[in-house]
Structure formats: structure tokens, C-alpha cells
């Protein structure tokens, strides 16, 4: 246990301090401060040399100052002789671009992943990309965890009947509302965006259709993103034409810019069910909001990459 | 010329037109955005298949943002197979972070150096980097340009007269003195920062001493950055205390922070002359300071780089 070292970075000092407490280790001690024109500062204040370092940190807004933080960090640790550098990214931001989908774009999910590498990173902890094939941009190995199963308690937890109809909100999202059907033993329907197309050169509002039986149901969006709540919002409203009895919205990630809490509070949805992941200001926080720990992920995965180097006894220090 | 192409993003847009404008070639089209979340967004719209590609931008304030807008925008011109990509960046931020001076620090302007190296730039033009060192972290060309001749040209246009004196504001600044003192043959002085120790420990106001004669003097004082201006203005009152007649200050990279404009329009300085290798607001300007334009060194820089490759009609497309 002596040699692992836990830091936690300026974008989740919460759940930071939470899985510290749940492996049992404390926090080592460093300074992330900025000079007065805006460049990052780091000290690390403790000896690390030849330790197992995890470095907790989500690329989430600010993005690149956050970015920055990790890399700096990282230029650091390796300086001071870490032995290993884990990086835990709860949420890697930039997945979104991880493909040209016009000619002369970057694809900058690929580019985080090169700059992470070439920083020598040991390995990436993250969890719900927002392409799977991102895991395919590093070359160093990548625990990609899932936070299904967060969600999947939580429903069982609210006894919402047995009948539970999982949505995805456009056709991309299918994979994974069939993950969530197979586990909680629900139907699937599917929000059909063709008339993103129309919306956006008539600027007009076009109701979404929706494809399979929602009548009556309690339906659940499964998303692993919300950012603007746009299309969340849309999605559920489709669902009430279509006659769900009840629709709640489910998101690894709350992103939640521009002017998602109102979009989301105002919309018909019962809750917005996420996870902290991403660490929300106060002023983000709105009544249908709820807010699962990722915590006891984290910590389950930080003692079985430790453990997988046979050191069982670890994770009871102080 | 038909090969060649200018690019300029978000950190100095207006010194990128007077450099296109004198280079004979217009910028080529690009937008840089941002999405709600804070993510750059980057699409290059033109083609630059083959192209020998310039893109101009500084590491300042939003340090972070403007590095990232610069690998993002690398990432996609290479994608879209660019055949050579140099970077013009004249203000090389990061640049102070350059040596562990304590234990467990990063080494901030290499990590830069290998986030461009990593990101397959084929050379770096900058000016006046806080250490001529910093070259060294580099394996591509490095072409480091010096803005010394564009101040003293304007200080022999103001006709200071015959007494001059230049003044290293610290001991690390003697080289630079000795470079101006040479060329307008001028004598040198140094500001004694031993006080530095004494004023942080003391936290009092304690005055620097000067070595060297500065009485009924004109004194310029010469550094590469003026960021607080703290440093610049107790140089400046020194320089007052031991008799010199007049004090100006030159710094090439105006950064800035905090209070600068107060401390440095407050000080006893005449003037503060500086370049434009940083883009400053318009709530940055003030009376006292003088703004001088790298347009032409950096075009220079871009006709020389380009005719190594032994093509000389090329810049005066349109
Ligand atoms: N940060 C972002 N915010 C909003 N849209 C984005 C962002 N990053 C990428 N995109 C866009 O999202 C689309 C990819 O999303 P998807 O089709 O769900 O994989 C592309 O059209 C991107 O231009
Ligand atoms: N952006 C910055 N603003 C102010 N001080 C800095 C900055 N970056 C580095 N430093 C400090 O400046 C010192 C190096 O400056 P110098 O001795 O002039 O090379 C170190 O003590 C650094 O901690």
C-alpha cells in the first residue's frame, strides 16, 4: 500500500475525495494554481518516486485548461520518478470529434489519446466513451468501465412497473438501449431523427416520430452524453405524443452547457437521472436532476489494476 | 506561390493581416469555434493538399485555449495533407517554466515542445524566447528571431541623446544589456535583485540598488516579458532614486497580468515600448506604452524559410 499515491487534479476534487476514502488512501498532497497571466502552476508536495501513481481528473469544461492540468501533471510525476501513471478520466472529453465527418477536420479524440501517450501515460481509466472505438486510439491499455449497472439499481430501485420501455434517442443509440433492455427485461423503441434535416434548413419545429409501441409505458431514454438537452427534450416530447404514461432520461455524462437546465427542468421528463462524472457547479443543479456516484466504480477498478500486480493486502492503509 | 498558405487563429488575428498583407498572400479560410461545451471546433475551408502551410499563433493568455486551437489545427492540416507545416508563433508561452527549480515541477516549455514535436509541425519560428535554451528541446529547425533591431531603430528615431544606459533588471538580463549596449554604444547597469529575499520575507517595500553609473543618465531597461510590470516599475524607481535623468522600458512580449497597466502607467517610466507578438485588448493599452509591429521580421522570416526551397517569384501572387 505504501508505494500508491492517489492526486486529484481542479475538474472533480469531490469524487476525488470520495473514492479516496473508499480505497482508504489519502489524497497526496500537490498545488494546481495559476500564475497571474493564466499559466497552470503544479507542485507536487510529497515524495512519489517509484510509486503507483492515480491521477483522477475528467476533461470537462474548462476543457483545455483541464487538459493542460493532466498533461502538465503527468510531465511532472514521470519527472519525479512515479513508477507507474494511471490516468482515472471519468469523462474524456472531445470524444465527440473522433472521426472526420466532413474533409479538413481534426479528429481530436485521437489527438488527446497521442498527447496522453506521448506524456507516457501507464494506463487510461475512463468510463462510457462516447465511441467504444476510441479505446482503439491508444496503444497503452484502457479500462473502458461501464455505468449500466448505476443505472440499472437505480431503476429497480423506484419500482417503476413492469412496464418499461428503453429508448434510444436516434438510431446510433441502439446498441445501448439494448444493453439496457436486456437487463432490466424491457422493450426497446427508437426516436427517429430523420427530421433533424428538415428541422435545421426550415428552422421550424418538427415533432420527432418514434418506431416500436410506447402507449401507456414508462419509457427511459438512454444516452451516454446531454449537453444542450436539445435533443433529450425533443425525445421526450415525442414519446408524450406518442402516449408514454411516463418518460424519465438517463446520461453518463452532464455536460449540460448552454441552457440545458431549463431545457431539461421544462421538459416532460420526470428526472434526469447522470453521474458525477463530470462535477457540477451549484448553479446547475435543478429538481429533476439526479446525480449517481461513480465513486464505488472507480474504487473497484483502482484496486484490481492494483491487484492484478498481486498485491492483495493494499487498500486498508490508514 | 500557389503552394503556399497563411493561416491565423484566435490569439493575434490582426498582427496575421499585416503579415499576410506584406507577404503578398491572403489569409486562407478556416473557422475556429467553440460548441457549447467550451470544445474547439476547427474546419479548414479550403484546399491545402500539398500545400506548404504557416499558421500564425502565440501561446498567450487563454494560454491554454490558443495551444490547444494550435495542435487541434496541426492535427487537421495534416489530415488534409499539408506538406509542410511551420509554425510562426511569436510569443512561446510556458516558456519561464524551462528547469525544475524545486523538486517535483514540471518542465512546462518542454512538454510544449513535445506536444508540437508529437504533433508533427515541421519547424517553429518564435521571437525572443525567455531562454535561448528552449531551442534545445526541440528536434526540428528552430528558427528563434530577435526583436532587438525594431527597438533600437525606435530609440534612435526619439534622440535620446548621447548618455544612454542600458539596465538589466536582474542579474539573468546582463546578456541582453550587453547585446543593446553594443549596438547603440551605450554603457550598462544592473538592478541588485538580492532584495528580493528581503522584500518576500519582510513583506515590506524595500528598494533595489543599482551597480553601475546611471546619474543624469537616460536609462532604458531591457527584458524579453513585462507581466506584472511589479519588477519593471521598482527597476524604474531605482533607476529614479540613483539620479538617472530619464527611464524607459522595453519588454518584446507585452503579457501584461494583473495590474500592469496601472503599475507601469503609475511608474516613473517616460515610456513602455513593446511588440505585438501578444494581441492586447484594448482595455490593456495606456499612455505610456508603445506598441511595436514584428509584421516585417516575421514576413522576412516566411520569404527566407520559404526560398531556402530555392523558389524566389513567389511572393507576389495577387
Ligand atoms: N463538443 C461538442 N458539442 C457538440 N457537438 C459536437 C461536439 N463535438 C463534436 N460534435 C459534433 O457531434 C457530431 C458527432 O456526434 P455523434 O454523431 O453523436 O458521434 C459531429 O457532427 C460533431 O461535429
Ligand atoms: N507564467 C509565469 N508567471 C510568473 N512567474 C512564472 C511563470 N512561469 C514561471 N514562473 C516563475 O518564474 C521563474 C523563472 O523565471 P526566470 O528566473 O526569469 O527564468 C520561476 O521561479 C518560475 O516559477
Known sequence: ADNVRLFSLNSNPKLAEQISQRVGIPLSKASISHFADGEIKITIDESIRGCEVYVI???SDPVNTNLMELLIMVDALRR???AKINVVMPYYGYARQDRKARSREPIT???????LEMDQIS???TIDLHAPQVQGFFDIPVDHL??????TKYIEEQNLGDDIVVVAPDHAGVNLARKYAERIKASIAIIDNRNDEVRERTEQEVPEYVIGDVKGKTAIIVDDIVDTGVRMNLSAQALKNFGAAKVYGIATH???SADAVNTLQNSPLEKMIVTDTI???KEKEFSKLVQLSVDDLLKEAIVRIHNNQSIDTLFNRK
Open 57 to 59: 481528473q475528467s476533461v
Open 80 to 82: 519525479a520518478s512515479a
Open 109 to 115: 479524440a485521437k489527438l488527446i489519446a497521442n498527447l
Open 123 to 125: 494506463r487510461l481509466v
Open 146 to 151: 461501464q455505468a449500466t449497472s448505476l443505472f
Open 254 to 256: 452532464a455536460v449540460l
Open 279 to 281: 462535477q457540477l457547479p
